[in-house]
């Protein structure tokens, strides 16, 4: 079994920051891309950004470089900073990954629970 233990979502005024947190544990044996996808009431949940098992960060259009996503493979732990906050941006963020649970399973892929975050004055 594989825990994501998400951190770090909150009420924030705009142009604030947050920083997410994304700590996994348990059967992992490695972590290939880890990511964080946002999903706002009434909308389609959507990719926000992802960071290869390389540390090659990917983003959506719409982050427009407020946003860095990175990790810490030791810690198997994964972050993503939020700056200049707008209200648009609030949502619930879930954290993602692809892992091999040992050298000769396939590779699967895990949801965090989600954390809020709500950008409001």
């Known amino acids: 079994q594989v825990q994501l233990v998400e951190s770090g979502g909150g009420l924030v005024q705009p142009g604030g920051s947050l920083r997410l947190s994304c700590a996994a544990s348990g059967s992992i044996f490695r972590i290939e891309t880890m990511g964080w996808h946002r999903q706002a009431p009434g909308k389609q949940r959507e990719l926000v950004a992802h960071?290869?098992?390389?540390?090659?960060?990917n983003y959506a259009d719409f982050v427009e470089g407020r946003f860095a996503v990175s990790r810490d493979n030791a810690k198997n732990t994964f972050y993503l900073q939020m700056n200049s906050l707008k209200p648009e941006d609030t949502a619930v963020y879930y954290c993602h990954l692809y892992y091999y649970g040992s050298p000769y399973s396939v590779l699967r892929d895990y949801w965090g629970q989600g954390t809020q975050v709500t950008v409001s004055s």
């Open positions: 960071i290869t098992s390389g540390g090659t960060p």
